[in-house]
Every structure is written in C-alpha cells, then in structure tokens.
C-alpha cells in the first residue's frame, strides 16, 4: 500500500519572548502569518485535495496551522501527536506514526529543524546531516511505494509558501 506523507512547516510565529509566553509552547503565530498560511493552505488543497488524517504538534503555533488547513484546505480537523514535538527524535516520531498508517494520504504539522530531519530520516535513512529546509508555511510531500521506513522515501516536491500562495 502507497502512502503520500505531507510534510508542513507552521507558519509566522510571535517571536520568543519569555515575559509574554513564558511557556514557549504557548506562542502564537502573528496576523501576518494567519493571512499568508490562509492563501498557502489555498494553494495546498489544489495539490492536496483529499487528505485523510491531519497530526500536529502540540505546540500552539503548529495547532493554528493545522486550523488554518482544516478551514481553508478542507483538510480534517487535527489530531495533537506529542512526537511531533520539536526535540523528539525521527525514530520516535515514526514509531508514533504508525498506528495511522491504515491511511493513503497523512499530513504531518511541526516545527524546524525537526521536520526536515525527520524528511533527511525517511529519505535516507540517516538523520547525519539535513537534507532540505522547510521555511514557515512551507510544506513537503514524501511518497512511499510500500510501507513507511526510514530510507523509504521518495520526494514528489518540496514548495516555500511564496509558491503555495501563487497556486491559490
């Protein structure tokens, strides 16, 4: 069975300030990122119609994001996946994957340097060195042919949100 593993970078978060969140966690994204990621996730569903299941990360600005795509991609509502945390390990990340693998098409919504290692990780099979860089509100897709594994991975594209808007 194919799966389609769709990679998506959270949009233009409120910079790290710990006087107003002191949970780090808990940092929103900014107005200017709320209307670029709506035109980007636009763009999203012309290349993404039919997504099955949406996991995000737990972290507030992810969360948003993942709203953003429900709301204008059409995509379902998220489900909060802890191992799409920003220090959890690749390894962990495709262990937790696993119980939705029942599914042809997964979106997956994180943070950086984490998505791309996790990209390097189910391309190559190493996490040794990054091999792409997603930017905010920039998304990824990843095909499998058969089960997903490290190294299993081909990449169909990989699109900054400038792009994504274009395709609106």
Do not use: N
């Not at 969140?21 to 107005?31: G, I, K, N």
């Not at 945390?85 to 693998?101: G, I, K, R, W």
């Amino acid at each position: 069975m194919s799966l389609d593993l769709y990679l998506v970078r959270h949009a233009i978060a409120e910079d790290r300030d710990p006087e107003r969140w002191p949970d780090d966690r808990l940092r929103p994204l900014t107005e200017k990122g709320i209307a670029r990621f709506t035109a980007a996730a636009r763009g999203l569903r012309r290349l993404a119609p039919r997504v099955e299941i949406v996991l995000s990360s737990p972290l507030k600005r992810a969360h948003q994001t993942a709203e953003i795509l429900a709301a204008r991609a059409g995509w379902p509502a998220a489900q909060l996946l802890a191992a799409l945390a920003p220090e959890t390990a690749p390894a962990e990340t495709v262990a937790a994957l696993q119980s939705f693998l029942s599914a042809r098409t997964l979106a997956l919504v994180g943070h950086e340097p984490h998505l791309s290692t996790l990209a390097g990780y189910l391309l190559t099979g190493t996490t040794s060195w990054p091999i792409l860089e997603l930017r905010k509100g920039g998304a990824a897709l990843l095909h499998f042919a058969d089960h997903l594994v490290p190294g299993g991975a081909t990449l169909r594209w990989l699109l900054p949100p400038r792009v994504l808007r274009r395709l609106e």
